[in-house]
Structure formats: C-alpha cells, structure tokens
C-alpha cells in the first residue's frame, strides 16, 4: 500500500487525471455532441488517453530522478526517488511507460492511417527527457518547452481524431473545431508557463545549489515575481477579448468565464506584483490550477454557445 501511494505521487496522479478530464471533455462533451467527423472510435480514443498518460507520467518520473538533489533543499519531505522507491525502479518504470506510450503512438497513428504521426509520441517522449536532464536547468527555455508539451496533451486528440477524418466536405468545420482545441491548447501553455516561472522562483534554493540557470537565479527573485505579473496580463486580456467579441450575447457563458477565470486570474495578476514569501507563491500556484481546471470545465459550455450564438 505505502509503495503503491508513493509511486502514484512519483507519476502525479492529480496531473494525470486532468489530462485525462480534458480529453474526454474534448471527445465526449465536444466533438461527439456536435457530431464532428472523428476516425477514432471508443476503443481506440481510449488507447490514445493511455498513451497519452504513459508518457506523461514517464515525464515526471525522469524529472523526480533529475530532481533529487534539489529537491532534497527544496522539499525534502516529498523526496521520493532513493527513498520510498529507488532510483533503479524508478528508472524502470520511466523506460516501461516511454516504450508503452511510444508503442502505443504507433499503434494508433497508423489505425488512423497517419503513421508519419508516430513521430510525435517519439519526440515528446525524448523531449521530456531532455528537459529533465538539461533544459530545465536552462534560461526559460525549459520553462518554454515543458509548457507546449502540456498544451500537446490538448492538441493531440485534434491531430488524431479530427485531422485524419478531414473531407473536402467538412473540411470548414474540422477547421473550426480544430482551432477551438488550439486556443485551449495556448491558454493551457500560458498558464503553465507562469506555473513553471514560479515554481523556480519557489525552488530558487535548490536549484542555486545545483547551478541552474533559471529565471529568478539569472534576474532575481524580485525581478522574476515582476515577469509572473507581466506575463499574467497577457491571458487575462485575451479571456477579456474572448468573452467581448464571442460572448456578450450569453449571460450564462458570461458570467462563467468572469467568475471562474478572468476573475482568479485578475487577483493572480494583483497579488502577483507583491508576493515574496515562499506561501503566497504557492497560493499564486493553487490559484492558477483552478483557473487550468475551470478552463477545462468551460468545454461543457459549447454545446450552449453555439446553440445560443
């Protein structure tokens, strides 16, 4: 039992979770209720949700290991690796879920009859590597590269479930739906960008200990907290934009996305240009999960705007 709980909190079940809410939202709450062409049936969508979580959580586990000597400062009481589960297990479970996720990849991307598809899976799943055991230690550009691989978690149920069934004659609408998931997918990468900034800002001990190159250790702590404002800004103003030009119609949709999102992430942004204790980054970062979970959410909305708009 103490095993099975300390591998779930090595893979991050939470994230899992949420990956797997958002693709089903987008499966069953989007695509499936407006009949949008898709070549993936029940079966094969669910093998994708799996591939999907097997790399990501082969993710995780190879930045646990990369991260134990800054984690040992950071947050010694949530070290896992070399403690509840060696490094040697570890391992051997990031290579088992990369070759399930990868096999799997290929699997599905030639059922669609995309097999050149299968690449993504292969560069993902080495990118995560990467990032653990280099880019992260780099100047924002593993801040950059982490959060476009979570925004793929989004992307990848268009690639494979409404790319391949594109026909000259839906082709207007494939489009349609596919630049909804793109939106979401660049609202997911903003707010896990200031996510991953202030995470280095939290971890700024550690990560000086292990000679990282982060934002905060090149700039500043201070200065840091003060790009987390700026770069803040920049989705409230889009979800502001959304709801002016899509929304003001819809009262319901409205005021979802007022209360829910753009509200929490006007307190994020006011809040943010004064933070300076490690706890009130790490409320920084609660507020930003929900605002990623109630983003989720708004799927089930979509069959209201458009039967409203």
Known sequence: MHFMISFLNLIRWQNLVLIILVQVLIKYALLNVFNVAAKLDTLHFILLVLATVCIAASGN?????????????????????????????????FICLS???????????????????????????????????????????????????VSMSILIVGIYDIIPAITNQNRGTQYLFFE??????????????????????????????????????????????????????IPLFAMVYFIITYLYKQPIAVTYFIVLIVGPLLFFSVKSFSAETKKELHQLSSILKLVMLFGILSLLLYPFIFNNA
């Open 99 to 149: 070759v399930l996720g990868v096999g799997l990849g290929f699997y599905i991307s030639n059922y669609v009859g995309k097999s050149n598809f299968a690449a993504l899976f292969v560069i993902i799943s080495a990118l995560l590597y990467v990032y653990a055991s280099y880019l992260k230690q780099t100047f924002l550009i593993g801040n950059i590269v982490v959060s476009a691989l």
């Open 180 to 233: 909804i998931l793109r939106d979401y997918a660049v609202f997911a990468f903003m707010i896990n960008l200031l996510r991953e900034i202030l995470k280095d800002i939290i971890d700024i001990d550690g990560d000086y200990n292990a000679k990282m190159k982060t934002l905060p250790i090149v700039i500043g702590r201070k200065r840091a907290t003060k790009v987390v404002f700026f770069l803040s800004l």
């Open 61 to 93: 586990i190879i930045n646990d290991i990369y991260d134990v000597e800054t984690d040992t400062i950071n947050k010694p009481k949530m070290v896992i690796v070399g403690k509840s589960i060696s490094e040697k297990m570890a391992f051997n479970w």
